[in-house]
Nanobody, 115 residues
């Protein structure tokens, strides 16, 4: 059974940082690229960052380049998203999945950036 469990969200002030984690089970984690997505209220889910199966290739949406870093630990079947210089526009529920979004979505983790 595929399970994706996101954590690490919370309330942070503008300019602050958060580190999100996504623990995967039931999938051949080390063989798959992984991605982070986000969905703000009233908006469609959007792709934030992608990391290759071995971690050697990373790609980011323009709106997070230079601020967010995706990484992974294949031994722990976990993918991370380090988010720096957060702005209110980054407020959303963050999810992980494959770049093709082929697995069932987890519950996500809420990130709120507000003073």
């Amino acid at each position: 059974q595929v399970r994706l469990v996101e954590s690490g969200g919370g309330l942070v002030q503008p300019g602050g940082s958060l580190r999100l984690s996504c623990a995967a089970s039931g999938i051949p984690f080390s063989l798959n690229s992984m991605a982070w997505y986000r969905q703000a209220p009233g908006k469609e889910r959007e792709l934030v960052a992608v990391i290759s199966s071995g971690g050697g290739s990373r790609n980011y949406a323009d709106f997070v380049k230079g601020r967010f870093t995706i990484s992974r630990d294949n031994a722990k079947k976990t993918v991370f998203l380090q988010m720096n210089s957060l702005t209110p526009e980054d407020s959303a529920v963050y999810y992980c999945n494959a770049p093709s979004a082929k697995w069932p979505w987890g519950q996500g983790t809420q990130v709120t950036v507000s003073s």
